[in-house]
């Protein structure tokens, strides 16, 4: 059976490379983008499994990219995982609008992280 691949998008390199580390030993294979355009390509390209978004991020915050990406009949079935620091009512609504699955707060154990990796994927 195949690992079950995950797209990480954040403009910070040391979280990606935190949670491409804590992933990879959890059984996933890991995906990385720095910003939305290259999220919207990457997913369109490779199709992973799950997408784990952070939501502030400069030129295309996560929220256009979750919308964008919820637009494409290519990418749209992908379950997107929105991430952030900022959580209010405000931030929960507005992820859900542009079609986030989830929304998880920063920082994320790794096992949380892959448990609600698991529960998306396998809702697939």
Request: hydrophobic letters at 40%; one cysteine or more.
């Amino acid at each position: 059976m195949s690992k079950p691949r995950v797209l990480i998008v954040d403009d910070e390199p040391g979280v990606v490379k935190m949670m491409e580390r804590a992933l990879d030993t959890e059984g996933f294979e890991v995906l990385s983008a720095y910003d939305g355009l290259a999220a919207l390509d990457i997913a369109e390209t490779d199709q992973p499994n799950a997408i784990v978004l952070d939501i502030m991020m400069p030129m295309m915050s996560g929220y256009e990219t979750c919308a964008q990406l919820k637009q494409n009949p290519n990418t749209q079935n992908i379950p997107v995982l929105c991430l952030t620091s900022a959580n209010s009512p405000e931030v929960r609504d507005k992820a859900r609008k542009a079609g986030a699955q989830a929304l998880l707060n920063k920082p994320i154990l790794p096992r949380e992280l892959a448990v609600q990796l698991q529960r998306y994927i396998g809702a697939q």
